[in-house]
Nanobody, 115 residues
Framework: QVQLVESGGGLVQAGGSLRLSCAAS????????MGWYRQAPGKQRELVAT???????NYATSVKGRFTISTHNAKNTVYLQMNSLKPEDTAVYYC?????????WGKGTLVTVSS
């Protein structure tokens, strides 16, 4: 089992920045990818960014150039630095971890961007 705990959400004005953190614990040795998804009210959950254990990253087109995903392996933590935030970035952000046989999800952290 893997436990994921997100932090760092909150209310920010458009153009501002936030950094989300996700700490992984438990059976983390076989995690080969981590990332962030988000779900806005009335919409489906969508990919924001992922990073593999080799350091390869993938971003949604809507956040490229504004968001940066990174990891601190010693702390088993994945970060999402979000700059130039827009009202359309408002959503619950979920941390995600992938192992060969299953995926894990955090409970989510709310990001609200005011115009």
């Amino acid at each position: 089992q893997v436990q994921l705990v997100e932090s760092g959400g909150g209310l920010v004005q458009a153009g501002g920045s936030l950094r989300l953190s996700c700490a992984a614990s438990g059976s983390i040795s076989s995690i080969n990818k981590m990332g962030w998804y988000r779900q806005a009210p009335g919409k489906q959950r969508e990919l924001v960014a992922t990073i593999t254990s080799a350091g390869s990253t993938n971003y949604a087109t809507s956040v490229k150039g504004r968001f940066t995903i990174s990891t601190h392996n010693a702390k088993n933590t994945v970060y999402l630095q979000m700059n130039s935030l827009k009202p359309e970035d408002t959503a619950v952000y979920y941390c995600y971890a992938h192992q060969p046989l299953r995926d894990y999800w955090g409970k989510g952290t709310l990001v609200t961007v005011s115009s």
